[in-house]
C-alpha cells in the first residue's frame, strides 16, 4: 500500500553521493553529513594529539615526545557528488562509518617476517593454508619462507585508510671521539686518559608519516644539537728507550741496604745480594735492557731478569707484582716491580744478581 503511494507519489530527494576512488559507497543527506562523517573517521587515527592550540604549545616549548600533527589526509581519493534518490537510500553518517569500516576483501601483500610459516600467515589473516596456497602458485606447503619474501594475501580492508603526518623530537646521544696527543715523558707503548669523554646529545626533528595508526616512513627533517660531545684526549708514549746497556749500573732499589752479601752462605753460594728496608717498594731497571723473562722462577719466586744486550743481565727476585712483560724495552731507573717475599723468602727484600757472560759476579763490584 505504501509501496504504492510512493510509487505514485514519486517522492525524490536531493542528496549527496560518497565517492571513493570512483566508486560510489553512499548516499548521505546533505555536504554537511558527508564533511562530518569524513572528520570523524579521520579524528580516530589523530586520538587526543590533534591540532589544540595546548598540543601545539608543547612542541614549540621543545619537549620531546610530543607529536604534533603536521597533515591529515586520506590515501583514497575522496569525492561527492549532488544526486537525487529515493529518500529511503538516504543513509546516517554512523551506518556509513560502519560501512567504511567494514570495508572490502583485497588481495595485498604480505612481507615473510623471521618465524612466519604459511600456518601463522593464514592465522594471521583469518584464512587457510590451502586458500594462501590458491593465491600464491609459484610456492607450495614445502617452500621454505624467507624473511622479505612477498607472498599474496587477502585481507579486508577498510575503504578509507587515514595518512597521518606527525612531527616528532627525539633526544639522542652523540658519542665522543678520542683524539690522541704524543707525550714524550711516557714511554713508547703507554697511554693515559688526560680528559674523559662525555657524550653530546642532539634533539632530532622527525616526519612520520602513519597509515590508519601504522608507520609508513619516518624521516629526520632537523636536528638541533643541545649538547656538543666532549672529546676524549689520550696521552701516548713516544719515548724510545735503547735496549742496549749503558754499562753504569743503578741501584735497583730506592734506598735499603745490603742485608746479605754475594758469596758462600751456611756452605752454600749466594748468587746475588739482598736488599732490605727500602724508602719505597718499587723495584728499578738498574741499566737499560730489554725483559727477557717476567713470571714465576720456584726459589726465586716472582722475578725478572734484564738483557743489557752488553754481555750483562740482572735478575730481580722475589718481587710482590711484575709491571713490565718480556719483550718490552727499559730504561735505566724505570720502575719494573715492588719488591716483595715470594719463592723461598724469609721476609720482605730484594734479591739482585748481575751476570756476566752467563755467570752471576758481585753485584757491588758494577754498582
Ligand atoms: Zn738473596
Redesign the pocket.
Known amino acids: 500500500m505504501l509501496r504504492t503511494l510512493k510509487e505514485e507519489v514519486d517522492i525524490r530527494a536531493e542528496a549527496v553521493q560518497l565517492v571513493i576512488d570512483g566508486k560510489p559507497v553512499a548516499v548521505l543527506s546533505d555536504q554537511e553529513s558527508v564533511d562530518q562523517l569524513l572528520e570523524t573517521y579521520q579524528q580516530r587515527y589523530v586520538g587526543g594529539l590533534s591540532r589544540t592550540p595546548q598540543a601545539d604549545r608543547s612542541v614549540r616549548s621543545g619537549r620531546s615526545g610530543q607529536p604534533k600533527v603536521k597533515e591529515v589526509g586520506f590515501v583514497q581519493s575522496v569525492t561527492s557528488r549532488p544526486v537525487t534518490v529515493d529518500p529511503d537510500d538516504v543513509m546516517q553518517p554512523h551506518q556509513v562509518a560502519e560501512i567504511i569500516e567494514a570495508g572490502a576483501v583485497a588481495e595485498r601483500k604480505h612481507t615473510v617476517q623471521e618465524g612466519d610459516s604459511l600456518w601463522s600467515i593464514a592465522s594471521r589473516y583469518d584464512t587457510t593454508v590451502k586458500e594462501l596456497l590458491a593465491l600464491n602458485p609459484n610456492i607450495t606447503e614445502n617452500t621454505l619462507l624467507q624473511p622479505g619474501q612477498q607472498i599474496v594475501v587477502k585481507a579486508k580492508e577498510p575503504l578509507l585508510s587515514v595518512r597521518v603526518v606527525e612531527e616528532v623530537t627525539e633526544t639522542k646521544s652523540v658519542p665522543y671521539k678520542t683524539e690522541y696527543v704524543d707525550e714524550p715523558k711516557m714511554y713508547k707503548g703507554e697511554q693515559k686518559v688526560i680528559r674523559q669523554g662525555k657524550n653530546g646529545t642532539v634533539r632530532v626533528t622527525y616526519e612520520v608519516t602513519k597509515v590508519n595508526g601504522r608507520v609508513e616512513a619516518k624521516r629526520a627533517v632537523a636536528e638541533q644539537v643541545v649538547e656538543e660531545p666532549v672529546n676524549q684526549v689520550i696521552a701516548k708514549g713516544t719515548k724510545v728507550v735503547a735496549a742496549r746497556g749503558t754499562g753504569q749500573f743503578r741501584w735497583p732499589a730506592i734506598g735499603g741496604y745490603v742485608s746479605?752479601r754475594y758469596g758462600q752462605r751456611g756452605g752454600r753460594m749466594?748468587?746475588?745480594?739482598?736488599i732490605a728496608r727500602p724508602a719505597s717498594y718499587n723495584i728499578v731497571a738498574a741499566d737499560n735492557g730489554r725483559v727477557v723473562f717476567a713470571g714465576w722462577d720456584g726459589a726465586y719466586g716472582y722475578s725478572i731478569i734484564i738483557d743489557h744486550n752488553n754481555g750483562y743481565r740482572t735478575r730481580y727476585?722475589?718481587l710482590r707484582s711484575i709491571k713490565v712483560r718480556v719483550g718490552q724495552v727499559v730504561e735505566r731507573g724505570q720502575v719494573i716491580g715492588v719488591m716483595g717475599s715470594t719463592g723461598r723468602?724469609t721476609g720482605t727484600?730484594l734479591?739482585?744478581?748481575v751476570i756476566k757472560n752467563g755467570r752471576t759476579i758481585n753485584p757491588l763490584s758494577v754498582l
Open positions: 746479605s749466594h748468587t746475588g745480594i739482598d727476585a722475589h723468602s727484600h734479591h739482585f744478581e
